[in-house]
């Protein structure tokens, strides 16, 4: 089984089918309407970078499925009249239009509570991992995407200053990015890992984090430009008409497009720190090339 | 300080005033809204009952304050115009007539992820109450709260069955009653509490949460009926605008005011059941009693 099937495997199993109850119904559709699924892609190549073995272990899949659900909860609510009121989700119509708004607020409550079960459960069977779930929920929080989400509905029909853009788009996406690339370092490292003296691994998958995310981000600002909204799944040169800042709007096109390859640079950069210290770091570099060029 | 200023200064805390941020505002502004603080109270009430110590504990005040934080999200998304459409909750304007609802939904999702944080905080601290934690995440749920508000979502404009009604109100409301009553014994028994193998304080707790939750459902219900909006501080003769099922408009109102009875009753027995345990229950029978007749 490729490990796009294994994770659509693993996300069909959180929910029941045919529970009769349509908030689960609700979260399932969302939860199984496809998606790129990179926060747990990029979670196993951590995984698979650390181990240097190409079986992801069970814990490391539990946490890739927490966090897409953590993900897609974000998505509904993001996607609501009352945020920024989308029709369209990865090509299909979002979880409100199928099934309307009390419903689709209640899936994505759902989502969130039925994630943080898991991680509570985890922390309940494995104490030593509870340092991941916790760290999962704060970046999940308001010290990291919520905080991100509410800057970003602050600054609605306002320019604001690029550093404030960076600020807020390193808590929106970048948080829960870093969750994927540094948790399986924390699974790990359960028994010795101590948060106040982080070692210099930790630190770089934090680094190749801050800049994946930046890369990425950009990336999306960029596609919202130049894409159909047929080939993206979603709608298209919704920035502009919102009057939204983006890195394309504050930088102009060509301007976002250096940022992005520095972001890109200094990813790799990381990588070949990685690289020296005797980590396979290929499939991260093909991964990191990929964002640079992704068309959805 | 009497327990109603503790638990207010307790809650004040949870959020930084001043903190620049609207999402943080709009949950500070729901969560320190008055209210009775019930489910505190009930697990003082509990705290106080297996001490026999009139002091709070600081890890009970704790988890009463997280209990808190979810009963609060879940009346700002279920005063939602796409929910329950209330204007006025504690006598003052619903956090997203104030907040707008962007900001509302968001002050929800941050106020229960900040509450799931502290529960994987304490995991993380004190290995020994994961499952008071767990389980206030599982009521909180789509097994328990969410569960209930799914099924009156799903039963808006219908005369459902009694027993329907039953199951709906004792995750909807029920649910985080009983974590109330029941945190602070998995709490005081956290060394040797074993899920599998409840003992009969641990079930009677329970029991008691029951008929607590009926009894103060049914009350609910009634007072929709009978209240002065000014008074109650939230909209009155929803129900039957609404077109909504309760005890009231299935069993009407003599046949509620009986069951409300019985509920009473059964509650009493348990105490009288916990006092031949030994234990002191007498601000618990006050309590009771003033569930049945309560004006606000």
């Known amino acids: 089984m490729d490990i796009g099937e294994l994770i659509e495997k693993n996300l069909e199993q959180v929910f029941p089918d045919n529970s009769g109850d349509t908030v689960i119904d609700a979260a399932r559709y969302s939860l199984l309407s496809g998606g790129k699924r990179l926060r747990p892609r990029m979670m196993f190549m951590t995984s698979k970078l650390l181990t240097g073995e190409d079986t992801i272990p069970d814990d490391v899949m539990y946490y890739a499925v927490t966090l897409e659900m953590i993900h897609t909860y974000s998505l509904i609510h993001d996607d609501l009249p009352c ?14 239009i199928k099934f309307g708004e009390g419903f689709a607020t209640l899936a994505g409550d759902t989502l969130l509570n039925s994630a943080m079960e898991r991680l509570l459960k985890m922390s309940y069977k494995k104490p030593s991992y509870s340092y991941a779930s916790l760290r999962m929920a704060e970046l ?15 600054s609605e029909d ?3 200053p690029l550093e404030r853009l960076y600020e807020l788009q390193a808590k929106k996406t970048g948080a829960l990015i870093e969750c994927a690339i540094v948790t399986p370092y924390y699974l790990f490292k359960a028994d010795s890992f101590d948060p106040d003296n982080e070692d210099d691994i930790c630190d770089a998958l934090k680094r190749l984090a801050a800049h994946v995310g930046l890369a990425f981000q950009i990336r999306d ?18 920035d502009e008409r919102d009057n939204k800042s983006t890195f394309v709007t504050l930088l102009g096109f060509e301007g976002a497009s250096g940022r992005l390859d520095e972001e890109i640079g200094k990813a ?17 570099v093909d991964f990191v090339e990929y964002l640079k060029n992704r068309g959805t």
Do not use: F, W
């Open 83 to 96: 945020m920024d009121n989308d029709d369209l989700r990865r090509g299909l119509p979002t979880c409100h």
């Open 140 to 154: 999940a929080g308001i010290s990291g995407m919520i905080g991100g989400q509410s800057m970003d509905l602050m």
């Open 158 to 160: 306002m320019k604001i």
């Open 221 to 238: 600002d960029i596609l919202d430009v130049i894409s159909d909204p047929s080939v993206l799944g979603k709608s298209t040169g919704k």
């Open 268 to 284: 790799l950069d990381v990588l070949s720190y990685l690289r020296d210290k005797g980590y396979d770091v290929n499939e991260y």
